[in-house]
């Protein structure tokens, strides 16, 4: 029973290149959520999804996309990093029409330099 | 416009000791409140939640508390265990929006010392 995965763990980039980073959950659930985390400002909510094919910005989302083509996928992408988005990304999953908590993956620690 | 605030950055206490984690937030009609725990390295895992129905919610050694009035909530651990340091996240959700979104705070990181 994985829960969320998240793809890769660790990564460096140079300024301007891109990336893809994967959620996968395998519990079923509706709802998907990006959040950064960065010293002294908590989880960032960037994009969330309610649900596949279905995107909305959170608190954050400058200079980042995302897709939900399939249910249990949630991508988040980098057109062109900037070193301010050096971050620890977390990913989370939740079930849709129950108040319950969300499940979270590992998270990716991003460099960009 | 932080809609969820915990003001106290870190928190130090003493194993056995209470240790008390407090989060603020703005708007009246959030109503359900959350507390995740984070160890380095690893994502934040759901600790103890409650409905704004309700003004405690238990759960072994840990008591959520909320008062509305003053838009304030509380976590109590007792006893405290050097095993509970660790970065303790409120998270607030307002039932009936579109998405679903949960909003985090800050985050208080806890020191239990032996």
């Known amino acids: 029973n994985a829960g969320v995965t998240q793809t890769p763990k660790f990564r460096v980039l140079k300024t301007g290149q891109s990336m893809t980073l994967l959620c996968a959950q395998d519990m079923n659930h509706e709802y998907m959520y990006w959040y950064r985390q960065d010293p002294g400002m908590g989880l960032r909510l960037i994009h969330y999804s309610v649900g596949e094919g279905t995107t909305a910005k959170g608190e954050v989302p400058d200079g980042y996309n995302v897709s939900r083509l399939k249910k249990q996928n949630f991508l988040l992408g980098l057109e062109s990093a900037a070193p301010s988005q050096t971050s620890v990304y977390f990913c989370?999953?939740?079930?849709?029409?129950?108040?319950?908590?969300?499940?979270f993956g590992q998270g990716t620690r991003l460099t960009v330099v | 416009d932080q809609q969820v605030k915990q003001n106290s950055p870190s928190l130090s206490v003493q194993e056995g000791r209470i240790s008390i984690l407090n989060c603020d937030y703005t708007?009246?009609?959030?109503?359900?409140f959350l507390w995740y725990k984070k160890y380095p390295a690893e994502g934040p895992t759901f600790l103890i939640s409650?409905?704004?129905?309700?003004d405690k919610n238990e759960d072994g050694r840990f008591t959520v508390f909320l008062n509305k009035s003053a838009k304030h909530l509380s976590l109590h651990i007792v006893p405290s265990q050097p095993g509970d340091s660790a970065v303790y996240f409120c998270?607030?959700?307002?039932?009936?929006?579109?998405?679903?979104?949960?909003?985090f705070g800050q985050g208080t990181i806890l020191t239990v010392h032996p």
């Open positions: 989370a999953s939740r079930l849709q029409g129950t108040v319950t908590e969300a499940f």
């Open positions: 998270a607030v959700y307002l039932r009936g929006t579109s998405y679903g979104k949960l909003t």
């Open positions: 708007n009246s009609m959030f109503d359900y």
């Open positions: 409650i409905s704004s129905i309700k």
